[in-house]
């Protein structure tokens, strides 16, 4: 059974809809991206997936059909959102807001969990009694990933996790991303403008135009695409 299945998925915001027909699965375990130029509807459709947004179609996760559920019931099942922007909660400090992450389980592990990732961010730890707001974009996207896997997810959406930041700090992020998978098994549905970086990840590409998947496959066969350079080049 696959992670997430979704058929037919139209969305958009009042009569104006921004994705058409969206057929696309993510099986466990899998790094899945979604590619396309600015405008192609790509944040609608995560927005679409995490309960944002009213959608019309067929969208299962775990075999249980998640279409139209409030976001908080989306989390719930087992679906954690990191949105473009970061969400942080920027009132908050660092651990409120990994505590915020938390708020769905009833476990006696949290603070363990909170342990791990602020080793694996260290910045985090130094900050933890510090108000979110006053974080960098680096280290407010660290902590926006890390709140998102204090929920345990078995999906991870991440909405452009590069958007912002300097290369150096994107390239630790998506090693991060990769070792999260490697070791954990979450999935992850990925959309990101850098390209490059997203095929290095992912293992299976759709691609967006105005709206409509208009490719899908292997990411071997987008490398060096003409599908890519088109959509991202008008080429």
């Known amino acids: 059974m696959s992670t997430l299945e979704v058929h037919g998925m139209s969305a958009g915001y009042g009569r104006a809809a921004v994705i058409h027909d969206i057929d696309l699965r993510v099986d466990p375990g899998q790094v899945v991206v979604i590619l396309g130029a600015n405008g192609a509807g790509k944040t609608t ?5 995490s309960g944002e947004v009213p959608v019309s179609g067929s969208i299962t996760f775990g075999g249980r059909s ?48 909170i342990a791990r990732w602020m080793d694996a961010f260290p910045a985090l730890a130094r900050r933890a009694d510090q108000p979110a707001g006053t974080l ?8 926006a990933l890390a709140r998102a896997l204090l929920g345990r997810p078995q999906l991870l959406l991440c909405d452009e996790p590069s958007l912002g930041l300097a290369p150096v700090i994107v390239r630790d992020l998506f090693s991060f991303l990769s070792t999260v998978n490697a070791e ?16 290095n990840l992912a293992s299976f590409v759709y691609l967006l135009e105005v709206g409509y998947i208009v490719e899908s496959g292997p ?9 890519i350079r088109r959509a991202y080049l008008g080429m």
């Open 45 to 49: 459709t995560m927005r679409a997936l």
């Open 219 to 227: 990411t071997s066969d987008f490398v060096n695409s003409d599908a």
């Open 184 to 199: 954990t098994g979450t999935s992850l549905l990925l959309v990101e403008q850098n390209a490059n970086l997203a095929l």
């Open 136 to 143: 960098s974009g680096g280290e407010q996207q660290m902590l």
């Open 66 to 113: 998640i279409a139209n559920l409030r976001p908080d019931q989306i989390a719930r099942l087992g679906i954690r959102a990191v949105p473009q922007g970061r969400g942080t909660l920027t009132s908050l400090t660092v651990r409120e807001n990994l505590l915020v992450g938390a708020s769905c389980r009833a476990d006696s592990e949290v603070e363990a969990d």
